[in-house]
């Protein structure tokens, strides 16, 4: 079992940052994928960023290359999403999820078994 708390969001103009963390609990972080979801109101969650295990691969959105760097500090325990040149259309929920199984950084909402409880990211234009 893991346990995930994100923290670091908040609001911001638009061309700014914002770093946010998923500090992790329970069973060893350094086995588990980490991946980074948003979901917009009305919106279905859709896939940001995420990382291997190791932290040697990584796989990203579209909408967010070039702008957004995801990152993780196993011995912290910790996952990391740095978050450029925001756009109002980053406006969401950002939740960072956990899949077991010494995993490779996968893109689909059901590929993971832990989920965050969310941090609230507000681009203004």
């Known amino acids: 079992q893991v346990q995930l708390v994100e923290s670091g969001g908040g609001l911001v103009q638009a061309g700014g940052s914002l770093r946010l963390s998923c500090a992790a609990s329970?069973?060893?972080?350094?086995?588990?994928?980490m991946g980074w979801f948003r979901q917009a109101p009305g919106k279905e969650r859709e896939f940001v960023t995420a990382?291997?295990?190791?932290?040697?691969?990584?796989d990203y959105a579209d909408s967010v290359k070039g702008r957004f760097t995801i990152s993780r500090d196993n011995a912290k325990n910790t996952g990391y999403l740095q978050m450029n040149s925001l756009k109002p259309e980053d406006t969401a929920v950002y939740y960072c999820?956990?899949?077991?199984?010494?995993?490779?950084?996968?893109?689909?909402?059901?590929?993971?078994?832990?989920w965050g409880q969310g941090t609230q990211v507000t681009v203004s234009s």
């Open positions: 990382i291997s295990w190791s932290g040697g691969s990584t």
């Open positions: 329970g069973r060893s972080f350094s086995s588990y994928a």
């Open positions: 999820a956990a899949r077991g199984g010494w995993g490779t950084p996968r893109a689909k909402v059901h590929e993971y078994d832990y």
